[in-house]
């Protein structure tokens, strides 16, 4: 499934690249930066959304027919906040952690929505990958946490001139936690049973 959604990333930038060689002089390169809200639903465990932030740049290609590519490369902070978890002893239960995980990722927007002169709104979908490059939080599950994240999103934005605004949902896929159970007990039993970071992100970006 890791593999299918990296050569899916690649060949989604690759067909866009191709396909647009005869649209390269309205190809903009912009600054893109934004709030993005995520947790992770854990079972028994009370699950608050944590606000971060992401910011990096975009590469906005068009394909002709209202359709366009955005590839981008971004800083991304993704967490969580737990409480009222069973920990590995008796002391750790009831307490409450909280995990940031940042990580370099390569989201490719597809994007699709009319030219309407002024403005033009779209619609998106937009598969991911990352890579961990620091982390924060409870230090005991530090070490424990996938190097790899991946996953998709689907949002909308609208385009002014050079100004673009965006919201999207986002799912990551696999496990955030690798799971050593012989280290931490039962917090990763629960955070290992299919859940991840998923969220909301808003972001806007600037383009020349």
Known sequence: MKRLFILAAVAALAFGVS??????DNTRLGITAGVTSSSSKVKDVDSKSISLYHAGLALEIPLGGGFAIQPEAIYQVKGMNLSNWGGSTTADIGKSFETRVGYVEIPVQ????PDLVAFRPYGFVE?????QVSSG????????????????????GIEIWHLQ??????WNFGDVYK???SKT???ITGLK??????????????FF
């Open 165 to 170: 605004v965006s919201g999207k949902y986002f």
């Open 137 to 156: 939080g409870d230090q005991t599950l530090k070490s424990e946490l996938q190097k790899v994240e991946y996953g998709m999103s689907l949002g909308a």
């Open 179 to 181: 799971g050593d159970i």
């Open 127 to 131: 598969p991911f990958v990352g890579y």
């Open 110 to 113: 597809i994007q699709w929505g």
């Open 193 to 206: 049973d299919g859940n991840t970071f998923n969220g909301l992100a808003i972001s806007v970006a600037l």
């Open 185 to 187: 007990g039962s917090t």
């Open 19 to 24: 396909a647009s060689a005869q649209h390269f």
